[in-house]
């Protein structure tokens, strides 16, 4: 097989790992925040909810997970499962996974601002969604950032988990390539573009990071 | 305006406990329009808590608190009653807190520190509140400042940028909380120099202080906090220079030591 035709299959894979990647983060970044505001709760049986459900995420297999959730809807509602619900079951899998270990960061960032920065909010008047919004949260962002860098380059690579259920992300191209052309050669490429991915992940949050050095504690 | 003889805070007979330790033990605080008071005392004996109760950090278990004519918490049946969120708000207009720590933000310029919760706490003009912080930054000695953030500045200018942070709010009264403790020697000067020349211009003050001969030098009045009440009160000259109560002097004593 010519290369550019090899490449071009691993292009329209890449594609698909890309929006399995970019889907997930738009929900899950935003789940993680009320999930890590359940955890802190101080209404026990949301925060125990929290926990329970952190502890699941944590606690099995990403794969696992994915699969659950995609024979849910047939074992326990006796819905037909469609072409479709392999994707649909990818992405909630993914961003309600995501989401706990966000969560988890989002709370380490948010204990971790001095309680002086709460009080000092407080005398001045500051309501507590102002002092959330604009005392407590850009410091947080700025504290969690290599933790959620972290956790985002592990996501780019975790999505090649989705060729277990058999959506046609890069590495299940990479697989059926590799297994055609009888060599390894398609997955060096699928590696070179998951390392290139990554290489502007990093550039793109050392950029924020930078922007952000203006102040330390 | 405020009738010049009726006090800006009143409290009165205040109890406080951590669990079984009692922090509070029936203390009892006015302070007079344009009055400068300083607390002093050993470390434990209450006075910051008191502090912190003042400024609604904390709530006391019995005891009342008012802000002028303003009743913040009263006592009922021997259990202190807070006023509902909108007296708590009112309350937390009239006075400003500076802390030992100074607990600036420090995402915040300084200019930013300042004026931010005149603009969105209290919805002043910006304008209009960023002249008047630039007028406290030059009474603070720090004009040119306005855009650096408080990790660039010294402990002193930190703290005197929080000093600014709550006059920007137009406090009736304005709380110091052991201010100097966390500056050396020199920088502690300059820090009692800002707040001396406040008191020269009649601001109303109360400040938990350890250094005496400033308290003795500015305040108009000095209580004398230990294991949770009042020991000795009384003008700053005669606590300072002749205590009445055994345990007085021996503070003094040891601080001198």
């Known amino acids: ?93 993914f961003i309600i996974n995501y989401a706990a270990y966000f969560a988890e960061i989002y709370r380490s960032g948010i204990q971790s601002i001095p309680r002086g920065q709460y009080e000092a909010a407080d005398v001045l008047g500051y309501s507590k969604t102002q002092t959330f919004m604009k005392i407590v949260l850009p410091q947080v962002i700025k504290r ?74 | 305006m405020t009738d010049s003889n009726k006090p800006l805070v009143t409290i009165e007979n205040v109890y406080k406990s951590y669990g079984s330790n009692q922090v509070l033990h029936g203390v009892s605080l006015s302070v007079s329009p344009g009055e400068v008071v300083a607390v002093i005392g050993p470390s434990g004996g209450g006075k910051s808590t008191l502090l912190r109760c003042a400024t609604l950090l904390e709530r006391f278990d019995s ?63 910006r304008d209009e509140v960023e002249q008047q912080a630039r007028q406290l930054l030059s009474r603070m000695g720090l004009e040119g400042n306005e855009g650096k953030v408080p990790c660039e500045l010294s402990g002193g200018q930190q703290q005197r940028v929080s000093i600014a942070r709550a006059l920007c709010m137009n406090p009736d009264i304005l709380y110091f909380d ?46 004398f906090l230990d294991g949770g009440s009042i020991v000795e009160e009384g003008p700053a000259d005669q606590v300072i220079n002749n205590p009445t109560q055994q345990r007085t002097r021996e503070f003094l004593l040891r601080y001198e030591g």
Do not use: C
């Open chain 1, 1 to 93: 097989m010519a290369f550019d035709t090899m490449m071009g299959m691993l292009g329209n894979g890449f594609v698909v790992t890309i929006e399995l990647f970019l889907i997930t983060l738009l929900g899950s970044l935003p789940l993680g925040v009320f999930v890590a505001l359940g955890r802190m709760s101080s209404f026990l049986p949301l925060q125990w909810i929290m926990r329970f459900y952190i502890s699941i995420m944590r606690g099995t297999p990403l794969m696992l997970q994915m699969f659950a959730i995609y024979f849910a809807p047939y074992y326990v509602f006796g819905i037909d499962l469609t072409p479709d619900s392999k994707w649909n079951a990818t992405i909630v899998a």
């Open chain 2, 63 to 125: 005891g009342t608190l008012a802000y002028g004519d303003l009743d913040v918490a009263v006592d009922r049946d021997g259990t202190a009653v807070y006023g509902s969120k909108d007296v708590i708000a009112q309350a937390k207009l009239r006075f400003g807190l500076v802390f030992q720590n100074y607990n600036l933000f420090p995402h915040y310029t300084v200019l930013k520190n300042i004026t931010d919760a005149p603009i969105s706490v209290q919805k002043r003009n």
């Open chain 2, 178 to 223: 052991e201010p100097t403790s966390a500056l050396d020697p020199e920088l502690t000067q300059e820090v009692l120099r800002v707040i001396r020349s406040l008191a020269e211009s009649h601001m109303t003050m109360v400040i938990v202080t350890h250094e005496m001969t400033f308290a003795r030098d500015v305040a108009d009045r000095i209580v």
């Open chain 1, 144 to 217: 969690i950032l290599p933790a959620m860098g972290n956790e985002i380059i592990t996501l780019v690579k975790d999505t090649s988990l989705a060729f277990a259920i058999g959506v046609a992300e890069m590495f299940s191209t990479a697989k059926a390539l590799a297994a055609r052309e009888a060599n390894m050669f398609p997955y060096l490429l699928a590696g070179l573009f998951y390392w290139l991915f990554n290489m502007v992940v990093e550039v793109v949050l050392n950029r924020v990071e930078k922007k952000l050095d203006y102040y330390h504690d």
